[in-house]
């Protein structure tokens, strides 16, 4: 089976469920269903790691330090873009090594997804250029600044190709609905069960 290689962006300021919410949905979403099924890779149609400018720690929202799996030279393919928000972000839209690494990556995968200030990134890297796309609802004003099609502001999730999503815990929604758009309702609605989330 064909497995997608998931990059999920993190920077120093990174909302911790930002990442960690996609990561936990991709990572134990598995087509066969149970709790058995997550003791193994078998029937994983995705394989998840982060990405990072080095692969120096990462100081998160609250003082949590992550180790980043790969930094930017060295990450292999990615099919599945994860870009998510925080405070960091302010720094990075202006920051041309992230910016291209964003533009870069993103015209190689096959599809491209953004949490909360995520898509702060994606629009400052020109990627939101006439497409619907929503944010954290303190920076829809800030999203709107940027050359973006329409700012939607009253959905937890828009997919006009890029796929965007409102802030910190909405990346658990905006993965499963990438889970549902790729997989089906059934996987995507199994995934929720095993994490006990209540999808909306």
């Not at 394989?47 to 292999?76: C, I, K, M, Q, Y």
């Not at 995520?118 to 600044?145: M, Q, V």
């Not at 409102?166 to 997989?183: C, N, P, Q, R, S």
Request: aromatic share 8%; net charge neutral.
């Amino acid at each position: 089976m064909e497995r997608w290689k998931v990059g999920i962006l993190i920077f120093e300021d990174v909302e911790v469920l930002d990442f960690a919410g996609p990561f936990e949905v991709l990572s134990r979403t598995r087509l066969v269903p149970g709790v058995e099924s997550r003791r193994s890779d078998d029937s994983a149609p995705f394989h998840v790691f982060t990405v990072a400018a080095t692969r120096d720690p990462v100081r998160a929202t609250g003082g949590l330090v992550v180790l980043p799996r790969f930094a930017f030279d060295e990450s292999p393919p990615i099919d599945l873009l994860v870009v998510p928000g925080g405070f960091g972000t302010r720094r990075l839209v202006a920051d041309a090594g992230t910016l291209t690494w964003i533009r870069d990556t993103a015209r190689r995968a096959r599809r491209v997804t953004s949490v909360c200030t995520g898509s702060l990134l994606l629009a400052s890297a020109g990627l939101l250029r006439g497409r619907r796309a929503t944010t954290h609802g303190s920076a829809l004003g800030e999203l709107a600044a940027f050359d973006v099609g329409q700012v939607v502001r009253d959905q937890r999730v828009v997919d006009d190709v890029i796929v965007t999503s409102a802030g910190v815990a909405a990346g658990i929604d905006m993965a499963l609905h990438v889970v549902e758009t790729m997989f089906g309702r059934a996987v995507a609605d199994e995934t929720a069960a095993y994490l006990e989330y209540p999808r909306r």
